[in-house]
């Protein structure tokens, strides 16, 4: 495993995380708390050392999972979690998978920071990220002047942002004051075949000096390399509601796995898997620190951890991938830009 720290900070983490989602909440499938324990512990072993949940999956369990798993290893790992979502007065999956109503007021961040550190059974957070803001809430002083005391007084070593849940328009003024104005770490959706909110941050973050981290970086599943064009989602996996009906899962499907064939390139006598070579075309670019794809099973947490044992993409092939994404990937009709 590699390891690479946050922009200008001193929160050194391994270059593949481990997003707690998919064991801290049963939207992947996942139903039984020891078998989320158990792929926690085993990517501690494959030397991942950044965690990244959230006071909100599952209730509360997207923490104590963590403290159950690594009892005894606190500081061998690196904690990050979120707040924001008023979970307390709006408990239990929401309809929909909608949002549920978020909470910024300093009162409100003092309380639940003292839950989290319960829950994670430690003194300190690591990295404490605003879930999903706004930009209202990005520029309300209040809320960041609280976030500085939390951190003077050791509560939190940093605070940062994640932005979302998906990817929307509205998240390049969001990003801008997070990285920009606020200078503080921020999580976005990027990955090759959905580049559009991490294109503009890059340089901005390069010029401030800070550290981004991706999630979903294979494309909700398409850069796994394993999906085919009769692959099906059950009702209790999140993908469900992604692609809900015939018509919109056939061309959600259809469409990425053309893409997806346009890149076997990356592949093709490189010692590189699909999967490996999405994380490493995302690490290739020195501003993102961490990367968190969807763990719910060993065979695939052994794949990405042995992301950091390929080989880096070549200059040439990073600049390919840019130039099939500017031409989405060759999927125009004819005569299209």
């Known amino acids: ?181 606020r200078r503080m770490v921020t999580q976005i959706i990027y990955n090759m075949l959905e580049q559009q909110i991490g294109q503009p941050l890059i340089p901005l973050a390069k010029q401030h000096g800070v550290g981004l981290m991706v999630r979903v970086p294979h494309s909700s599943g398409l850069l796994e390399g394993r999906y085919t064009g009769e692959t099906t989602f059950g009702a209790d996996d999140h993908r469900f509601f992604r692609v809900n009906t015939d018509a919109r899962k056939k061309a959600w499907l259809d469409d990425g796995l053309k893409k997806v064939a346009r890149l076997s390139f990356l592949t093709e006598g490189t010692g590189r898997t699909t999967a490996q070579a999405a994380i490493r075309w995302i690490l290739a670019e020195p501003c993102f620190a961490c990367v968190l794809p969807n763990i719910y099973a060993e065979e695939q947490l052994r794949e990405f951890a042995g992301a950091s044992d390929v080989p880096d993409l070549t200059p040439d092939e990073v600049r390919m991938v840019g130039e099939l994404y500017a031409r989405n990937f060759d999927l125009q009709p004819a005569g299209a830009l």
Request: hydrophobic share 35%; glycine share 10%; aromatic share 10%.
């Open 1 to 181: 495993m590699r390891y690479r720290t946050f922009g200008t900070t001193d929160l050194m983490v391994s270059e593949v995380g481990f997003g707690v989602w998919t064991v801290g909440t049963t939207m992947w499938g996942i139903k039984d708390e020891a078998v989320g324990v158990r792929l926690l512990q085993k990517a501690l072993d494959l030397g991942i050392t950044f965690y990244d949940t959230a006071d909100v999956y599952g209730d509360g369990l997207g923490e104590t999972i963590l403290a159950k798993a690594f009892q005894g290893k606190r500081d061998r790992v690196v904690y990050s979690t979120k707040f924001g979502y008023d979970f307390y007065n709006h408990p239990g999956v929401q309809p929909g998978q909608r949002e549920r109503p978020q909470d910024w007021r300093p009162e409100y961040l003092r309380k639940v920071c003292e839950e989290s550190l319960r829950r994670l059974g430690t003194d300190r957070i690591d990295l404490y990220q605003l879930h999903n803001p706004r930009i209202d809430t990005l520029r309300r002083d209040d809320l960041f002047a609280e976030l500085a005391r939390l951190k003077e007084a050791g509560k939190i070593r940093h605070y940062g942002a994640t932005l979302g849940p998906a990817i929307d328009i509205r998240q390049a003024a969001e990003g801008t004051c997070c990285v920009a104005e």
